[in-house]
DNA sequence: CTATGATAGTGTTAGTTATACACTATCTAA
DNA sequence: TTAGATAGTGTATAACTAACACTATCATAG
């Protein structure tokens, strides 16, 4: 809370304050894969080491419009999932000064992809989250790994995959992205069953020809309001958030 | 992330930097109710106003740390649950200037409970979650459903009630406890069976007498490592965080 | 000393959902 | 025409949920 100051007679420079990021873990799939976006930093400290996307916050915008900007700038996308995961405050994690970081998580669909390196970096590359670099820069390993925690997690009750897919798509490439991200195979019957009976999904007259027998493209239902929208569950296990 | 200076040129006045509190929503069970702890405000803004305890965060120690200082300041209490839960940071949310706020969620026992009035204070006080003032300070409102959310949805795959309650309790308690934090009845037997199932609680000779049949005592088993430790789950209806 | 009310605790059953796995369908290409 | 590949359906059993009836053990009133 923010009591401490007498009316009228605040005075900004009485404390000392810290600096505050934002960073943004953005996952998308590529070929059926998840990826996450990172970038090799130019300067000191942490040169040449791959590091979560962020940057300063500014004073007159709100934490998510500084996620919303930070993952314009990098990929150039607009309009996607964007959802606050943790803030991380150790007060080592910077060897410059005392930095906060408030970390965000994007999902953003495989198709808008224009990376721009900003001058701040050397380059803008989507890592498979299956082959992660070494070491990564200040404390953003235990970033991702939060990240990649939460996304699990909401996978397993929450639409939270659809964002990752184009707007067309096949029941079973739904279920290879619940697989890639769950990291566990899923029993095609029961995932065709259960996918069906949740209303989620609505026909298309598409259909995608490839090897063996063409496949039905589905398309998610934003409309429906309340029914099942955000309960579709796979697994009774559950982690701490 | 933290990349937009140059090495060794870093200079800190370079950026306007927000303040940063930290807000601590503390829960309590108090005659088997559940209630909040808010502070009274003795100052511009907001003076006479209730709000959620915190302040602002020191530049050595970490968020956790912070929490914890300002859990003991206003409880005197210590090691008990804490969370992080949310940071807020809408630029217009404290009138004085810019203030990104950390909120964590504590759980107490009912126990400890010696209430210290700040000098920046006029009261301290415990309100049933039931019955809160019409009108709390800054956006403290939003931040207070945001932690009963949380602690409601973490109760039905989690074993937080247990933080709640003291070391020896009944079995009939414990459902109350639930009751009174879902907001809804649960069925007696079911109760009792899955409670016993989980393995979560060691049975004491201890009985406590009432009007009617005297009751067992139970307490929660810490040993125990892996299993179903964190899952005690109740509904199947969750919430998107 | 017995009945009544109050609270504690157990048992049972029907309906639903999960899990595993076998089966059928429709396409391409040899 | 058949084999391989991918798409999609059906079904039996086990496990779990939800509702509710039942039994147990105390205090106290008559």
Same mark, same amino acid.
């Given at each position: *809370?923010?009591?401490?100051?007498?009316?009228?007679?605040?005075?900004?420079?009485?404390?000392?304050?810290?600096?505050?990021?934002?960073?943004?873990?953005?996952?998308?799939?590529?070929?059926?894969?998840?990826?996450?976006?990172?970038?090799?930093?130019?300067?000191?400290?942490?040169?040449?080491?791959?590091?979560?996307?962020?940057?300063?916050?500014? *004073?007159?915008?709100?934490?998510?419009?500084?996620?919303?900007?930070?993952?314009?700038?990098?990929? =150039?996308?607009?309009?996607?999932?964007?959802?606050?995961l943790?803030?991380?405050?150790?007060?080592?994690?910077?060897?410059?000064?005392?930095?906060?970081?408030?970390?965000? *998580?994007?999902l953003?669909?495989?198709?808008?992809?224009? $990376?721009?390196?900003?001058?701040?970096?050397?380059?803008?590359?989507?890592?498979?989250?299956?082959?992660?670099?070494?070491?990564?820069?200040?404390?953003?390993?235990?970033?991702?790994?939060?990240a990649?925690?939460?996304?699990?997690?909401?996978?397993?009750?929450?639409?939270?995959?659809?964002?990752?897919?184009?707007? $067309?798509?096949?029941?079973?490439? $739904?279920?290879?992205?619940?697989e890639?991200?769950?990291?566990?195979?899923?029993?095609? =019957?029961?995932?065709?069953?259960?996918?069906?009976?949740?209303?989620?999904?609505?026909?298309?007259?598409?259909?995608?020809?490839?090897?063996?027998?063409?496949?039905?493209?589905?398309?998610?239902?934003?409309?429906?309001? =309340?029914?099942?929208q955000?309960?579709?569950?796979?697994?009774?296990?559950?982690?701490?958030?």
């Amino acid at each position: *809370m923010e009591e401490q100051e007498q009316a009228h007679t605040y005075d900004a420079a009485k404390y000392d304050r810290p600096s505050v990021t934002i960073d943004v873990v953005i996952f998308t799939l590529i070929e059926r894969e998840l990826h996450v976006l990172l970038v090799q930093r130019k300067r000191w400290p942490y040169e040449g080491f791959w590091a979560i996307p962020g940057g300063f916050i500014n *004073m007159d915008e709100s934490l998510e419009q500084a996620a919303r900007r930070e993952l314009e700038e990098e990929t =150039g996308v607009r309009d996607v999932y964007l959802e606050q995961l943790y803030t991380f405050g150790d007060p080592q994690r910077d060897p410059r000064t005392r930095v906060i970081s408030v970390a965000y *998580m994007a999902l953003v669909r495989a198709e808008a992809q224009h $990376l721009r390196v900003s001058d701040e970096s050397h380059a803008v590359r989507w890592f498979p989250v299956r082959a992660l670099p070494e070491a990564l820069a200040f404390d953003h390993e235990q970033v991702l790994s939060y990240a990649i925690g939460r996304l699990r997690s909401k996978l397993e009750y929450t639409t939270l995959a659809f964002q990752l897919l184009p707007e $067309l798509f096949s029941i079973l490439e $739904l279920k290879h992205t619940y697989e890639q991200i769950l990291g566990e195979k899923l029993d095609k =019957g029961n995932f065709y069953r259960k996918i069906k009976e949740s209303g989620l999904l609505e026909e298309t007259t598409h259909v995608r020809e490839g090897r063996g027998r063409p496949t039905r493209l589905w398309r998610f239902r934003t409309d429906r309001s =309340g029914d099942k929208q955000f309960v579709f569950r796979w697994r009774e296990d559950r982690v701490a958030r």
